[in-house]
């Protein structure tokens, strides 16, 4: 429940053309009605724990060290493991974000286009990230597709379940 993560809504087109020439140039980040970059804290500390357990507490009505278990056993999971371990952590965090986001965009019949293909150094600094304490993980665009998309008739290529899935 530390939801390390963060969601940009790119809006500005200037902003947007920058970025799309150094995500491969892709028409999906200009070419839709929303393109989110979805961010990674660049650090867990002690305080971001101790303010989550404080939020925790206010919305449930409990006091604070009603969690100490909890927080106790956050603790160990997360500070004990390196500054890398936990930053690719965070970044394994925002694709659960992700997950959901692509579950509402497929429940609301919304269009979703998840992407790594950018570079983050660059998205880093044009959204002005670092300072902020974030790092770009994935973005996805969204939005409802055009009637004259060439692409909404091609039929998707998909592995299928006996590929992808094995019962053990």
């Known amino acids: 429940?530390?939801?390390?993560?963060h969601f940009l809504v790119v809006e500005d087109k200037e902003v947007l053309a920058k970025l799309q020439s150094h995500a491969f140039d892709q028409p999906k980040?200009?070419?839709?009605?929303?393109f989110?970059?979805?961010c990674a804290r660049t650090?867990?500390?002690q305080d971001y724990i101790d303010s989550s357990m404080e939020k925790f507490a206010?919305?449930?009505g409990q006091n604070v060290t009603d969690l100490d278990g909890f927080k106790s056993m956050i603790q160990s999971a997360i500070m004990t493991l390196s500054d890398t371990q936990k930053q690719i952590w965070m970044e394994k965090q925002v694709y659960i974000a992700l997950g959901f986001l692509l579950s509402a965009c497929m429940d609301k019949k919304i269009d979703a286009c998840p992407?790594?293909?950018f570079s983050r150094d660059v998205f880093n600094e044009v959204l002005a990230l670092p300072e902020k304490g974030w790092t770009a993980t994935v973005c996805c665009a969204i939005g409802y597709r055009a009637d004259d998309d060439a692409y909404a008739q091609l039929k998707k290529v998909r592995w299928g379940e006996?590929?992808?899935v094995e019962k053990v």
């Open 1 to 5: 429940g530390l939801q390390p993560w």
């Open 29 to 34: 980040v200009t070419e839709n009605s929303h």
């Open 36 to 38: 989110l970059v979805l």
């Open 43 to 45: 650090s867990m500390d």
């Open 58 to 60: 206010a919305e449930r």
């Open 115 to 117: 992407m790594e293909g």
């Open 162 to 164: 006996d590929e992808l």
